[in-house]
């Protein structure tokens, strides 16, 4: 189970925050009251039950067709972007094993000559399946990708091509008849989900399943957080408690938000959650800018601007209290001055400099939050993906913006399209 320790600074007042909590109580219980089946104003919760889209039939579904695909396939190149990727491959860069397990690999993410001739004179030599995601299948980046690993696909595997060309679509689109033209397998991308709330659907969970990682145990640790946050209705609901901290702090002149850790396994957890929450707040020029950072390397560069740039930052800090792995510092033969090390483990290591990196941040002037995880497993971070989706769902009702759009990210686009000739 997650908890929240708030370490204030010395300017908090308990008693501010509380009567700020008090009067956005509403905001949590408007969440949990509702009931995205029948809440005709909004076409976006379909995430909000995990059921609706990752029953236990689904996910036999799933595996199964990953078992089918881990049968011949090296690779799975999932070419997607923005969150018909980012969740999927949080999870597979934290929990995936670098032997004897099916490779994902990563396109539809950028424009570049250099990053695709690589790629496909790397897997020239490699059994090769991709799932081409996309709910708008009119993004130029993984339509890109399709019009690059298509004839690749056919190149490599002639009239077989489209039982290695998976598409996961909304159905109803343009991309289901291309599936049904060309035989290509479909899986659904939900129309009640938008892409960065799609990690419990096929969207994150087929390419996670190829990956060899248990699906049913992320899922079961997201249920667990539901009911978890559905049942307790006052200030300490944890999802309230990150999502009234932060917004509180943000009217109180804080206007960034470092999510620190020092766990690298949590690095593309961390791209993960900048996007949940610049797409979902930055808005009508409001919104908390997220920055993720990995520590300790991080403090070598922005520890900086932490401790002594302005003061207009606040920390969440994710805490994992039983780490799963660990090594001792053994004895040196040569003097390196390091012998105060002999005999301590990592986690000891790596828990000091956590302990002091928070208390110089919080005497510094910068309120951190510790967010703790029990450990670093596949349900906590199952717990920690709903965490963070229902806390942003409150915190955009706190802030009064829709957290379910992101009419910002067309203007760039209707350039571009235009630069290229769209008709
Ligand atoms: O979270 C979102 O909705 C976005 O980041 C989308 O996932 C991203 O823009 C990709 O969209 P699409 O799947 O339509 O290509």
């Known amino acids: 189970m997650l908890t929240i320790t708030p370490k204030m600074t010395i300017n908090f007042s308990a008693t501010d925050f509380a009567a700020y909590q008090q009067a956005h109580l509403e905001q949590l219980h408007q969440v949990q009251q509702t009931q995205p089946d029948t809440d005709l104003q909004h076409n976006d919760l379909g995430w909000l039950t995990v059921d609706k889209w990752a029953d236990a039939t689904q996910l036999t579904h799933l595996k199964n067709l990953a078992t089918q695909v881990q049968a011949t396939a090296d690779v799975l190149v999932i070419v997607g972007v923005g969150g018909s990727n980012q969740a999927a491959r949080a999870v597979i860069e934290a929990f995936a094993q670098q032997h004897g397990q099916v490779k994902i690999i990563y396109a539809g993410t950028n424009l570049s000559a250099a990053y695709y001739q690589r790629l496909l004179n790397d897997l020239a030599e490699q059994e090769v399946y991709v799932d081409v995601i996309a709910k708008n299948f009119a993004t130029l980046e993984p339509g890109i990708g399709f019009r690059i690993f298509k004839p690749f696909l056919q190149q490599k595997y002639g009239a077989n091509y489209a039982q290695h060309l998976f598409v996961t679509g909304t159905r109803g689109s343009h991309l289901e008849q291309l599936a049904q033209a060309e035989g290509y397998p479909f899986l659904t991308f939900p129309t009640d989900i938008g892409g960065r709330f799609s990690v419990f659907s096929d969207v994150g969970l087929f390419p996670i399943a190829v990956a060899g990682i248990d699906i049913t145990a992320l899922v079961q640790g997201a249920q667990t957080m539901r009911a978890q946050l559905q049942a307790n209705n006052g200030g300490n609901n944890p999802a309230f408690q990150y999502a009234s901290l932060r917004n509180y702090l943000h009217q109180q002149g804080k206007s960034v938000e470092v999510l620190g850790h020092f766990e690298p396994q ?91 990196t928070i208390t110089a941040h919080q005497a510094s002037g910068v309120p951190v939050i510790e967010l703790h995880l029990p450990k670093l497993d596949l349900t906590t971070f199952g717990e920690l993906f709903y965490f963070f989706e229902y806390a942003v769902f409150i915190s955009g009702l706190i802030l009064e913006v829709d957290p379910f759009n992101q009419p910002g990210v067309e203007a760039y686009k209707q350039l571009m399209f235009t630069g290229l000739g769209k008709k």
């Open 266 to 356: 949590l690095d593309f957890f961390g791209r993960w959650w900048t996007q949940l929450f610049a797409e979902s707040e930055g808005k009508r020029n409001k919104g908390l800018l997220p920055l993720a950072l990995t520590y300790s390397e991080d403090l070598h560069s922005m520890g900086q601007y932490i401790q002594q740039g302005q003061r207009q930052l606040l920390e969440t800090m994710l805490v994992i209290d039983q780490p799963r792995h660990d090594l001792s510092i053994q004895a040196s033969d040569v003097t390196d001055d390091f012998d105060y090390l002999t005999g301590q483990t990592l986690t000891q290591i790596n828990q000091v400099a956590e302990k002091a």
